[in-house]
């Protein structure tokens, strides 16, 4: 959003710094630009990961952490604790000794200004301890089944239904857990029916019904996201009726028998109960070994912040962060990777389905098994509406919750919205004070890459100004990774919208310094801590991301294309991946799509997930449905509240859409927005049905008309705006997206050129904030380059910043044509630049805009070297 600052900016400025608690980012305009760009506050400080290893803390250990911290530009830790492999210290977690270090290092980060978030839960995913009840648990409808040939049922007897295998089977209960595990059953309906002939079911029933969500980044085969049709082929063989259905909840006996008749017939009954889904927190220290909390419940999820972050402050006597705490301190509450699998039941679903969807989801229980009921649209669409009704009380209850509770003591909440989760990443994302992603060390570990497409549009729509990203994650890394070989993975990432590297991971040193490299997280991540032997040489690159990430955070991103995503869930968001560059075979590094072998495939296998995704000339975010019922449109952009702004809409090509958001999108239309997609053709919900289906007909009506598809792009005037759609959409189609050169046409037909474009293999981002418009250019060739840059901004002097050194001068040999500004530029092997766009001024063909570089020395004798041997250095020789 652009800010105007008038009388008494510095004292402003100064407030905002002060009072900011969610991001800690700062926004400056006129000279402060400068004097942040050449001395970044510590908002702009990139932060690590601070992984404690089950026990082993120590104050003196945590006091050299910070002051390293601080000693190399770190500004921000994210406190976790976890069971990583490395063998248990003597500090059981939350015991008094545990809880007046963890104190000391509340005010040790305070005194040296390092802001500290904490996570939900012990270890580094969920919210779950001991203290988690079993009541109060993971849970899942479950369900044993008996056929019966007899009218009379008396003494037929309904077997218990059994747990359904954990999912993460290998995380190990304590005794006490395990018997909670196996014993925890209540029961929730009898139902009967007349047997159906055959055996047909709804096919991937475990994922539809939200039993089990794997990771879509490191298990080969989990879908993206769970399909819709307006068309499903009939069942062969005859279907439940709901109508013939018979509650049999009330005749069934203690042990299990029911008592009474059914008509004559075949009849199968089916016991349904609720289970614990035997998720526990993982990895978490052995004292924080417990049961995940009901992620669909607010008592539950508020007993146990009570007992685990509530229970903590109180003993660090913390009450509230507020506008006159330190920088540094508990600013944040974080919830990490999402690896507790699912759930698909909560005390009061019921209840809370009937008023969310208005009709009772009891007759439809079978279908959390497969068995067809009505007909399989029927059943299809029930499972729609329960995966729906299991995402908005995850968001609202959980999520939303948490996020309260953070708020009430000043804090923010930040959140990974991606992988394993049961609801849409984007809707996950959209939840979060602070939406986060993560990227591995290219080559190292899994591909998380559309992570930061998710994290960084939801931040780009809501005016979040900092996306925290988890860096460098590794496998195995050898303590071989260094500033040098990151720093063209780490300009993909300033490029892609992240704008404070978090790496992961610094380990906390609990031991004396004699003990070198000390403690380490197992084989997990890259080796960021004081143990480094660059540790201290590490402020240059720091630097260089402070002034960078500074930059970053003012303003807002300038992109052209809102891709919306379809309804549903679980959802991820991948663009089109004709919208990114192709790769430069000769330096683009190839991730390792892993599986569990981490089995490195062919770039063809993985054209879409191998590389480092850098966008084309038009930049473009990723829109979940709640957050486009905020839009509004002006002058034919599409505008948020935030100042977020784009000039199309696109569509999925997606058969089913509710009425709300078609309705929704009939009026950006008419207020005259530009939307390029097909119609859907039905609801996706039993909701209202079958009312709902002749509401969508009658807006697609409104909207596409009721003229034949276009051969190839056809254009429909609606209201003010316009409908664009064809053929050549369908036929093009790529991740449920138009191939990205056919959305370029279209912009290009309304007299939008590309935001950036060069003849050399560039990398670009664009943020603009007053009269500032702020590129940064990134080399990502592997070899020096000469090239003209072309910018979408006219009448402007171009200026270069270089985040490296923190010098400003003037560009002053440039052109424009067409409302462009053609700058001639030349970058050495992974260079990179901020072009700055603020002063008035003609174009100049005046001398080049970078100097020619004489020999000073040639090296061409030889010389000494050799290696500390307190830090394992044993040879000494010449080079």
Same mark, same amino acid.
């Given at each position: 959003?652009?800010?105007?600052?008038?009388?008494?900016?510095?004292?402003?400025?100064?407030?905002?710094?002060?009072?900011?608690?969610?991001?800690?980012?700062?926004?400056?305009?006129?000279?402060?630009?400068?004097?942040?760009?050449?001395?970044?506050?510590?908002?702009?400080?990139?932060?690590?990961?601070?992984?404690?290893?089950?026990?082993?803390?120590?104050?003196?250990?945590?006091?050299?952490?910070?002051?390293?911290?601080?000693?190399?530009?770190?500004?921000?830790?994210?406190?976790?604790?976890?069971?990583?492999?490395?063998?248990?210290?003597?500090?059981?977690?939350?015991?008094?000794?545990?809880?007046?270090?963890?104190?000391?290092?509340?005010?040790?980060?305070?005194?040296?200004?390092?802001?500290?978030?904490?996570?939900?839960?012990?270890?580094?995913?969920? /919210?779950?301890?001991?203290?988690?009840?079993?009541?109060?648990?993971?849970?899942?409808?479950?369900?044993?089944?008996?056929?019966?040939?007899?009218?009379?049922?008396?003494?037929?007897?309904?077997?218990?239904?059994?747990?359904?295998?954990?999912?993460?089977?290998?995380?190990?209960?304590?005794?006490?857990?395990?018997?909670?595990?196996?014993?925890?059953?209540?029961?929730?309906?009898?139902?009967?029916?007349?047997?159906?002939?055959?055996?047909?079911?709804?096919?991937?029933?475990?994922?539809?019904?939200?039993?089990? +969500?794997?990771?879509?980044?490191?298990?080969?085969?989990?879908?993206?996201?769970?399909?819709?049709?307006?068309?499903?082929?009939?069942?062969?063989?005859?279907?439940?009726?709901?109508?013939?259905?018979?509650?049999?909840?009330?005749?069934?006996?203690?042990?299990?028998?029911?008592?009474?008749?059914?008509?004559?017939? +075949?009849?199968?009954?089916?016991?349904?109960?609720?289970?614990?889904?035997?998720?526990?927190?993982?990895?978490?220290?052995?004292?924080?070994?417990?049961?995940? =909390?009901?992620?669909?419940?607010?008592?539950?999820?508020?007993?146990?912040?009570?007992?685990?972050?509530?229970?903590? @402050?109180?003993?660090?006597?913390?009450?509230?962060?507020?506008?006159?705490?330190?920088?540094?301190?508990?600013?944040? %509450?974080?919830?990490?990777?999402?690896?507790?699998?699912?759930?698909?039941?909560?005390?009061?679903?019921?209840?809370?389905?009937?008023?969310?969807?208005?009709?009772?989801?009891?007759? @439809?229980?079978?279908? #959390?098994?497969?068995?067809?009921?009505?007909?399989?649209?029927?059943?299809?669409?029930?499972?729609?509406?329960?995966?729906?009704?299991?995402?908005?009380?995850?968001?609202?209850?959980?999520?939303?919750?948490?996020?309260?509770?953070?708020?009430?003591?000043?804090?923010?909440?930040?959140?990974?919205?991606?992988?394993?989760?049961?609801?849409?990443?984007?809707?996950?994302? !959209?939840?979060?004070?602070?939406?986060?992603?993560?990227?591995?060390?290219?080559?190292?570990?899994?591909?998380? =890459?559309?992570?930061?497409?998710?994290?960084?549009?939801?931040?780009?729509?809501?005016?979040? *100004?900092?996306?925290?990203?988890?860096?460098?994650? !590794?496998?195995?890394?050898?303590?071989?990774?260094?500033?040098?070989?990151?720093?063209?993975? /780490?300009?993909?990432? %300033?490029?892609?919208?992240?704008?404070?590297?978090?790496?992961?991971?610094?380990?906390?040193?609990?031991?004396?310094?004699?003990?070198?490299?000390?403690?380490?997280?197992?084989?997990?991540?890259?080796?960021?801590?004081?143990?480094?032997?660059?540790?201290?040489?590490?402020?240059?690159?720091?630097?260089?991301?402070?002034?960078?990430?500074?930059?970053?955070?003012?303003?807002?991103?300038?992109?052209?294309?809102?891709?919306?995503?379809?309804?549903?869930?679980?959802?991820?968001?991948?663009? *089109?991946?004709?919208?990114?560059?192709?790769?430069?075979?000769? #330096?683009?590094?190839?991730?390792?799509?892993?599986?569990?072998?981490?089995?490195?495939?062919?770039?063809?296998?993985?054209?879409?997930?191998?590389?480092?995704?850098?966008?084309?000339?038009?930049?473009?975010?990723?829109?979940?449905?709640?957050?486009?019922?905020?839009?509004?449109?002006?002058?034919? +952009?599409?505008?948020?509240?935030?100042?977020?702004?784009?000039?199309?809409?696109?569509?999925?090509?997606?058969?089913?859409?509710?009425?709300?958001?078609?309705?929704?999108?009939?009026?950006?239309?008419?207020?005259?927005?530009?939307?390029?997609?097909?119609?859907?053709?039905?609801? *996706?919900?039993?909701?209202?049905?079958?009312?709902?289906?002749?509401?969508?007909?009658?807006?697609?009506?409104?909207?596409?008309?009721?003229?034949?598809?276009?051969?190839?792009?056809?254009?429909?005037?609606?209201?003010?705006?316009?409908?664009?759609?064809?053929?050549?959409?369908?036929?093009?189609?790529? $991740?449920?997206?138009?191939?990205?050169?056919?959305?370029?046409?279209?912009?290009?037909?309304?007299?939008?050129?590309?935001?950036?474009?060069?003849?050399?293999?560039?990398?670009? /981002?664009?943020?603009?904030?007053?009269?500032?418009?702020?590129?940064?250019?990134? $080399?990502?060739?592997?070899?020096?380059?000469?090239?003209?840059?072309? @910018?979408?901004?006219?009448?402007?002097?171009?200026?270069?910043?270089?985040?490296? /050194?923190?010098?400003?001068?003037?560009?002053?040999?440039?052109?424009?044509?067409?409302?462009?500004?053609?700058?001639?530029?030349?970058?050495?092997?992974?260079?990179?630049?901020?072009?700055?766009?603020?002063?008035?001024?003609?174009?100049?063909?005046?001398?080049?805009? @970078?100097?020619?570089?004489?020999?000073?020395?040639?090296?061409?004798?030889?010389?000494?070297?050799?290696?500390?041997?307190?830090?394992?250095?044993?040879?000494?020789?010449?080079?």
């Amino acid at each position: 959003m652009k800010n105007k600052y008038w009388g008494g900016v510095i004292a402003l400025l100064i407030l905002a710094f002060v009072n900011v608690q969610c991001d800690s980012s700062v926004r400056f305009i006129g000279d402060t630009l400068e004097e942040g760009f050449k001395s970044p506050p510590k908002g702009a400080n990139p932060g690590v990961y601070w992984y404690f290893m089950d026990g082993n803390l120590s104050k003196e250990g945590i006091t050299k952490d910070l002051e390293s911290m601080v000693q190399v530009g770190i500004s921000h830790a994210i406190f976790l604790e976890v069971n990583a492999g490395v063998p248990r210290g003597k500090v059981d977690m939350l015991s008094p000794e545990w809880m007046d270090i963890f104190k000391h290092m509340v005010s040790e980060s305070e005194r040296l200004g390092v802001r500290l978030s904490i996570a939900t839960g012990p270890g580094w995913a969920g /919210t779950g301890g001991p203290w988690v009840d079993v009541e109060e648990s993971m849970q899942h409808l479950v369900a044993s089944t008996v056929v019966v040939n007899a009218s009379d049922i008396s003494g037929v007897i309904l077997p218990k239904p059994v747990a359904r295998k954990r999912f993460y089977g290998d995380f190990v209960f304590t005794p006490e857990q395990r018997k909670d595990w196996e014993n925890f059953y209540e029961d929730v309906a009898v139902l009967a029916f007349p047997t159906p002939e055959g055996d047909e079911t709804i096919v991937d029933t475990d994922e539809k019904a939200l039993y089990g +969500r794997h990771p879509f980044s490191s298990m080969f085969g989990v879908k993206q996201f769970l399909p819709t049709s307006a068309s499903y082929p009939e069942a062969e063989g005859s279907v439940v009726n709901p109508a013939d259905m018979i509650d049999l909840t009330s005749r069934l006996r203690a042990d299990g028998s029911i008592e009474g008749t059914l008509p004559e017939g +075949r009849w199968t009954i089916m016991r349904f109960g609720v289970r614990n889904t035997g998720a526990v927190t993982s990895p978490a220290p052995a004292p924080g070994l417990g049961f995940e =909390t009901d992620k669909m419940d607010t008592t539950a999820i508020s007993h146990h912040l009570n007992n685990f972050v509530g229970e903590i @402050f109180r003993y660090a006597g913390f009450q509230k962060r507020t506008s006159r705490s330190p920088y540094g301190g508990l600013a944040m %509450l974080h919830f990490d990777s999402w690896e507790m699998g699912s759930q698909n039941w909560t005390s009061k679903f019921r209840e809370e389905f009937k008023q969310r969807r208005k009709y009772d989801p009891q007759p @439809f229980y079978p279908a #959390y098994t497969g068995v067809i009921v009505g007909s399989r649209e029927l059943t299809e669409r029930f499972l729609w509406d329960l995966r729906k009704t299991i995402q908005e009380l995850i968001l609202e209850n959980h999520l939303g919750y948490i996020r309260q509770y953070a708020h009430e003591y000043g804090l923010g909440l930040s959140i990974e919205p991606y992988d394993m989760t049961p609801v849409a990443d984007l809707e996950l994302a !959209a939840a979060a004070d602070v939406p986060m992603c993560e990227f591995w060390r290219a080559g190292f570990g899994f591909n998380t =890459t559309f992570s930061l497409m998710e994290a960084t549009s939801v931040a780009h729509l809501k005016g979040q *100004p900092v996306v925290p990203a988890e860096s460098f994650t !590794a496998l195995n890394d050898g303590w071989d990774l260094y500033p040098g070989q990151l720093k063209n993975q /780490t300009d993909w990432a %300033l490029a892609s919208g992240v704008n404070r590297m978090m790496f992961h991971t610094f380990v906390h040193q609990c031991f004396p310094d004699s003990v070198k490299p000390g403690m380490t997280m197992g084989g997990i991540g890259v080796q960021w801590n004081r143990n480094q032997t660059w540790w201290e040489m590490s402020k240059a690159y720091h630097d260089y991301l402070s002034r960078s990430q500074f930059l970053l955070q003012q303003g807002r991103t300038v992109s052209d294309i809102l891709y919306f995503c379809p309804e549903g869930n679980p959802h991820v968001f991948k663009a *089109p991946v004709s919208a990114y560059n192709k790769p430069d075979s000769a #330096y683009d590094v190839l991730y390792i799509h892993a599986n569990t072998t981490f089995e490195k495939r062919s770039a063809s296998e993985n054209q879409d997930v191998n590389i480092l995704p850098d966008k084309r000339g038009y930049a473009f975010d990723a829109c979940p449905p709640s957050l486009l019922y905020k839009a509004t449109v002006k002058d034919g +952009r599409i505008i948020f509240p935030s100042g977020a702004e784009y000039s199309i809409l696109v569509l999925p090509n997606w058969e089913t859409m509710t009425p709300d958001i078609l309705k929704k999108i009939k009026e950006l239309v008419i207020g005259g927005a530009t939307v390029v997609g097909m119609p859907p053709k039905k609801s *996706p919900s039993l909701q209202n049905y079958p009312q709902c289906d002749n509401e969508i007909k009658a807006l697609v009506k409104d909207i596409w008309g009721e003229g034949e598809m276009p051969i190839t792009v056809g254009k429909r005037m609606v209201g003010k705006g316009q409908i664009i759609w064809g053929q050549d959409l369908i036929k093009n189609q790529d $991740n449920l997206y138009p191939d990205y050169d056919c959305t370029a046409s279209i912009l290009s037909d309304m007299n939008i050129p590309e935001d950036f474009t060069s003849n050399g293999a560039l990398r670009y /981002t664009h943020r603009t904030v007053a009269e500032y418009d702020i590129y940064f250019v990134s $080399n990502r060739s592997g070899k020096k380059i000469q090239t003209d840059c072309i @910018f979408r901004v006219d009448n402007k002097i171009p200026e270069l910043w270089d985040a490296v /050194t923190g010098e400003i001068r003037d560009l002053k040999s440039f052109s424009t044509k067409d409302g462009q500004t053609i700058v001639p530029m030349q970058f050495d092997i992974d260079q990179s630049f901020f072009v700055v766009f603020r002063k008035k001024g003609e174009p100049s063909s005046g001398k080049s805009n @970078f100097s020619s570089f004489t020999t000073v020395l040639t090296l061409d004798k030889p010389w000494s070297v050799s290696f500390d041997p307190s830090k394992g250095g044993r040879r000494k020789g010449c080079i």
